[in-house]
């Protein structure tokens, strides 16, 4: 059994944001040269996801503003957790609804995706530096 | 270490349903051979689920009402998605309260399951084909 | 390849509650000297969840709140699995928005972790013998 492991940085420049990272995470996956296996992507942060879905923009918005309604940003004093200082309750509540991560099948090499299978980074806390994590084991 | 993949193929009449697909997944893995491993489950579309719950019928209509709260297919025009020509931007959301993958732990050639555990697809824009991959790694 | 698999049992004395098992699961880890691979812990019942987020108390009580907003208990005569003689239906809901399982990256003998990742319990039906399983494989 081989493994691999690699991690990916993003900056995201707004509080909330989704980054289609299937190119990223096919090239990790040739550099590990295995063919038949598993891939693990995972946020490494509690206030970000990974998830697959469409790569379509109204979509994107379509989930922004449905996260909004789940789990409003404002007021942040209806958050427990932001009377330590923080102002990011709302963001650990999405991740939830969005995930932390995805296990996908390689197959021959490759990501064994569906027609329209992409793989999303989702920003709910952004202006920092963040990371995930890409997992390789197989042969 | 072994690998094993096999698509499910469904075409659900409605545009709703859950269906309990644990007998085809324990057909899979006992036509693979692997004892000792881990057994992925994913819907290879992005308005599909596969989820483990509880198989009861009554729970799958309360499921049903609660996402239909949760994301509504109607008005359609609510969602951007929509614009695109679509109607599915409601499955889109649902997918992903319900999620796309289940990683089951094999061990001495079964999965290794809870007293209730059944794994589900669940379909959220149906009348048309759509797949499910089952992979198993292993020894 | 090498596997690994442990129960771990809980008796939560209320209905609901989340529990921080991340030394429990890096136990498990250490005794299956397993240093490269993938690690799956799961809830073996349908009315829990595994998640990891962040060990912060006001946002435990946050998750409490907001899934009681997205799925209340009460009334109990709302959902028609309760029609079973149960009143834990809210609790299969909860389960899905918060997740049955996570898997892990196991790195040099390590959970694979981002600064804040802490693995939870989440109990939603409390107050009976409830399981979760941890599976490893690699080498």
């Not at 707004?14 to 299937?22: C, P, Y």
């Not at 296996?37 to 922004?64: C, K, P, Q």
């Not at 503003?65 to 958050?79: C, G, K, N």
């Not at 197959?107 to 390789?136: C, H, N, S």
Request: glycine share 8%; hydrophobic share 35%.
């Amino acid at each position: 059994m081989r493994s691999f492991r690699r991690e990916l940085s993003f900056h995201i420049p707004s509080r909330r944001a989704f980054v289609n990272i299937t190119p990223q995470v096919q090239a990790c996956l040739d550099e590990s040269g295995i063919r038949e296996g598993l891939l693990l992507v995972n946020a490494m942060h509690i206030t970000a996801s990974v998830f697959i879905n469409d790569d379509e923009s109204g979509l994107h918005r379509d989930y922004d503003r449905w996260l909004e309604t789940l789990a409003p940003h404002e007021p942040v004093e209806q958050y427990e957790h932001n009377r330590t200082g923080e102002d990011n309750a709302d963001a650990h509540l999405k991740r939830q609804v969005m995930g932390r991560e995805v296990v996908i099948a390689v197959t021959a090499g490759k990501l064994d995706f569906g027609p329209w299978e992409q793989i999303f980074y989702g920003e709910f806390d952004g202006r920092r530096k963040k990371r995930v994590l890409v997992k390789v084991i197989g042969e």
